[in-house]
């Protein structure tokens, strides 16, 4: 247990010393990606549709430390599982993004799939791993926000689920895209 809450104060250290660089050096980004917990359709307090089989669906938050931009990638378990190759597909959406933008170098934290990434864009990928069980981190206040502003809204399709994310926040909206 004590290696446990070293390696999780050591790894905070890490992840904050990144953030201040990623702050101050335009070519650095530092970003943590996490799944939100799953959020059910229909989502509604009517009876007979709240005891219905529900349809999840996903939301993996990428939370950009420099910045403070987070992106939300959605999608529904029709479409897709919630497993490494949607993760996946989210971080070949991310990385090239960064890249236009003029990064050279990122560092991921999240929950290994970045040699081909590394190659193929050109850029230094460092993927830290946090410590499970201690995984507090900033795609976490977004979650917060976007369960907050969806509380009293019904939602009855996949789609209802962009309105509110994109308006979760009002100084940096959330970017939100479907997978």
């Known amino acids: 247990m004590e290696t446990h809450n070293v390696n999780k104060l050591l790894l905070r250290e890490h992840k904050q010393k990144d953030k201040e660089r990623a702050i101050t050096e335009t070519f650095f980004c530092v970003a943590v990606f996490d799944l939100q917990q799953v959020l059910p359709i229909p989502k509604c307090e009517v009876n007979q549709v709240y005891y219905s089989k529900k349809l999840a669906t996903y939301n993996l938050t990428v939370f950009d430390l420099g910045s403070k931009n987070c992106i939300c990638f959605m999608w529904h378990e029709d479409i897709a599982a919630k497993g490494s190759n949607e993760i996946g597909s989210c971080i070949f959406q991310f990385i090239p993004n960064k890249v236009q933008e003029g990064v050279k170098e990122i560092c991921l934290f999240m929950f290994c799939l970045y040699a081909y990434c590394s190659v193929k864009y050109g850029v230094i990928i460092t993927h830290k791993f946090l410590e499970k ?41 959330y970017t939100v895209r479907g997978i």
């Open 133 to 173: 069980g201690h995984t507090q981190n900033e795609g976490d206040s977004a979650h917060s926000i976007i369960e907050r502003a969806a509380k009293n809204i019904p939602i009855y399709i996949p789609s209802q689920w962009c309105a509110p994310l994109c308006s979760a926040k009002r100084k940096k909206p």
